[in-house]
């Protein structure tokens, strides 16, 4: 059904995705450190269902709509490259922040807090670009139906980011107080992330790849 190289392929995709800071991780380390790892547990769950639209429209076959009107997915691909020169930029510019630099924010009823993780998610640019630009790349007709293709390589994805982020909130309360006393540490982190953002930017607008028919 799906090659071990397909499977691969997406859990290093996925990967890199999940380590990149961004919309999804902003929130959940925000979330923990000035609330608790319980209210990063609840934003992880509300990221956890937009996982799960996203996994349903590739699997219905929405990649077929870009793969039938191109400037479609041109658009989501700039729009996403656009996106995460932002983040590079917000990382590297003077008087940016770390991602784990501690915030002073208002605590949220569980309600807003699972909302809130899942709006984040569905807006996030990264993980549409991986659900309608990269996943599609790994999916052969020729061995069997794409669209339960495109579930099993969805579910990887998704294992690996629920894993990866619900480490990064139990770890987010001790990785914040280690850097708070280590200025170096901070601004390296914050260069580490830009120039990784950076580099995503450039791969994302420069790939000329199409979508797959679903």
């Known amino acids: 059904m799906i090659g071990i190289t397909a499977v691969l392929g997406v859990s290093a995709a996925a990967l890199g995705m999940v380590l990149t800071p961004g919309p999804n991780m902003m929130y959940l380390v925000s979330r923990t450190v000035s609330q608790g790892r319980r209210a990063g547990m609840v934003s992880l769950a509300g990221v956890a269902v937009g996982f799960g639209v996203y996994l349903t429209a590739a699997t219905v076959g929405i990649t077929a709509v870009f793969a039938a009107v191109p400037a479609l997915y041109l658009a989501l691909k700039l ?14 510019r003077p008087g940016g922040v770390s991602v784990f630099t501690p915030d002073v924010l208002p605590a949220d009823p569980v309600r807003r807090l699972f909302t809130m993780g899942l709006v984040t998610n569905l807006l996030n640019p990264k993980i549409a670009i991986m659900y309608m630009a990269l996943i599609p790349q790994f999916v ?9 293709q495109s579930l099993c390589l969805g579910s990887v994805q998704i294992v690996i980011a629920l894993g990866v982020n619900a ?6 309360g001790g990785v914040a107080s280690f850097l708070a006393g280590r200025p170096l540490w901070l601004r390296a982190q914050r260069y580490v992330t830009g120039t990784v953002l950076g580099a995503m930017a450039v791969l994302v607008a420069g790939d000329r790849a199409r979508p797959l028919p679903a």
């Open 167 to 172: 480490l990064i909130v139990v770890g987010a």
């Open 140 to 148: 052969a007709p020729e061995q069997g139906r794409v669209w339960l």
């Open 79 to 92: 729009a996403g490259a656009g996106y995460l020169a932002w983040l590079a930029w917000k990382a590297v």
